[in-house]
């Protein structure tokens, strides 16, 4: 049951795109889509961002997209704004516990 | 509006044991699946174990299987994790969190849409 796997950190300027990348494997983000994306600023609740692989929860912006391709998920971020500074995690659906697993998240920081 | 209120977090021996409660409200608990997840200083969250809307499904991360064991009673709105045998490496911040949907049977907890604030978790001699 490793974690999947994310980049520690990514850092883009203001107006600029970022994507960050979730890998897993075969028994979860390969096979199933139920990949989920949160945002995480420190001291606050985790906020849903993306469900299903590339659904937005409603009152989510349409500068967050989200895409699969074999093990590997990516959350793509357009026109970065300063509160986009948080803590990503990724989760999947995994047979591994019948429930999910979490990335080990990626450190935004808006330059 | 959703309210998780977590409590039983505190300074505990290791090999003790603890059991956490989250207490909900504002939504029909007994439609949902819900977890723990924890994160521990400086560290990421790490899921630990979640329990279908109806008990029929029960999960435990590999690094508490065994020694944790999770429960809800739908009739008291109430999520529980008893915490056996605690290790240096259980200290975190446990958080309760609910599922977004209702009836969830596959891929129950895949999007988790509420969480609580957590409760700290020490284990220390």
């Known amino acids: 049951q490793s974690a999947l796997t994310q980049p520690a950190s990514v850092s883009g300027s203001p107006g600029q795109s970022i994507t960050i990348s979730c890998t897993g494997t075969s028994s979860d983000v390969g096979t199933y889509d139920y990949v989920s994306w949160y945002q995480h600023h420190p001291g606050k609740a985790p906020k849903l961002m993306i469900y299903e692989v590339n659904n937005r929860p409603s009152g989510i912006s349409n500068r967050f997209s989200a895409s699969k391709s074999g093990n590997t998920a990516s959350l793509t971020i357009s026109g970065l704004q300063a509160e986009d500074e948080a803590e990503y995690y990724c989760t999947s659906y995994t047979t591994s516990n019948n429930f999910v697993i979490f990335g080990g998240g990626t450190k935004l920081t808006v330059l | ?125």
């Open chain 2, 1 to 125: 509006e959703v309210q998780l209120v977590e409590s039983g977090g505190g300074l505990v021996q290791p090999g003790r044991s603890l059991r956490l409660s989250c207490a909900a409200s504002g939504f029909t608990f007994g439609d949902y699946a819900m977890n723990w997840v924890r994160q521990a200083p400086g560290k990421g969250l790490e899921w630990v174990s979640g329990i279908s809307w109806n008990s029929a499904g029960i999960g435990y991360a590999d690094s508490v299987k065994g020694r944790f064991t999770i429960s809800r009673d739908n009739a008291k709105n109430s999520l529980y994790l008893q915490m056996n045998s605690l290790r240096a490496e259980d200290s975190a911040f446990y958080y309760c969190a609910k599922d977004s949907e209702p009836f969830r049977i596959a891929a129950p907890s895949s999007s988790i849409d509420s969480w609580g604030q957590g409760t700290l978790v020490t284990v220390s001699s």
